[in-house]
């Protein structure tokens, strides 16, 4: 399988440039909701998307204003990958992490407006709470608002963790034979955009459900990104 491009990474996660990476086989449709009354009940949205107490508070989703398909549960998924490996499937806008007896728990997911070309497998290699977000300088050339966003930290200049920054409460950094992929699962300070192709290019999920997948994937997890359909 090929390597990553860090450039052509870079540019598909920050201003939508296109991915390719190799490819791999799409396992499953979307997946079929379990019957199960309480998956689909408005309490059990309310309490899934209700308000966090966290470093920083999160506010609880309208999720009437998001298309309930895109809202967290369980869903009957025949897989190939075993129990504890995240598929994200951009043209579907679904993001899987595979549990055992051919279920999965679902979540929505933005990607970027390429998305439908992204194909390949990574590794988680770090999670981090409430991360700064480091824009790249092509980035900030294009758009020169930024600057006035950033602050000098210890990375670089940036924009500090917290309620105003784009990568959300949590991250999941994706890395490919051993480097660095700059391509991320990620919080979002706009959960109306989830299950439409946005700007950036990351994989981004309502900040309740990067918390809910963040506490149950490890570093080490393997990501696979499925392709367009009919790739192989």
């Known amino acids: 399988m090929p390597t ?5 990474v870079l540019a598909l996660c920050m201003a939508s440039a296109a991915v390719a990476l190799a490819g791999c086989k799409r396992t499953s449709a979307t997946g079929t909701t379990l019957p199960s009354a309480s998956l689909n009940s ?16 999160i506010t609880a989703v309208d999720t009437s204003q998001i298309n309930p398909t895109f809202l967290r549960r369980e869903v009957a998924y025949q897989s190939a990958y ?7 499937d951009p043209a579907a806008h679904f993001l899987y992490l595979i549990q ?9 997911v ?13 590794t988680i290699n770090s999670k981090q709470e409430w991360p700064d977000w480091y824009p790249p300088k092509e980035m900030i050339q294009r758009r020169p608002d930024i600057q006035a ?14 309620l105003s920054n784009p990568l959300g409460a949590r991250a999941m950094y994706l ?19 989830i299950g439409t192709n946005v700007s950036s290019g990351c994989i981004r999920m ?8 963040y506490g149950r994937v490890g570093v080490g997890t393997k990501v696979v990104v499925l392709g367009s359909k009919g790739a192989s």
Do not use: C
Not at 4 to 8: A, E, K, Q
Not at 175 to 189: C, N, P
Not at 206 to 213: C, F, G, K, M, S
């Open 82 to 88: 075993p129990a504890g490996t995240v598929v994200i």
């Open 100 to 108: 055992p007896g051919g279920t999965a728990m679902r979540y929505g």
């Open 175 to 193: 890395w490919q034979d051993g480097k660095d992929t700059l391509y991320r699962i990620h919080g979002t300070l706009e959960p109306e955009t």
């Open 110 to 122: 933005g990607v970027g407006k390429e998305g439908f070309g992204w194909s390949g497998v990574a």
């Open 4 to 8: 990553l491009d860090r450039r052509t």
């Open 206 to 213: 309502i900040n309740q459900d990067a918390i809910d997948l």
């Open 149 to 162: 966003q950033l602050t000098k930290l210890q990375g670089g200049d940036g924009v500090p963790g917290g």
């Open 42 to 57: 408005a309490a059990t949205f309310s309490d899934r998307y209700g308000a966090v107490a966290d470093k920083f508070p």
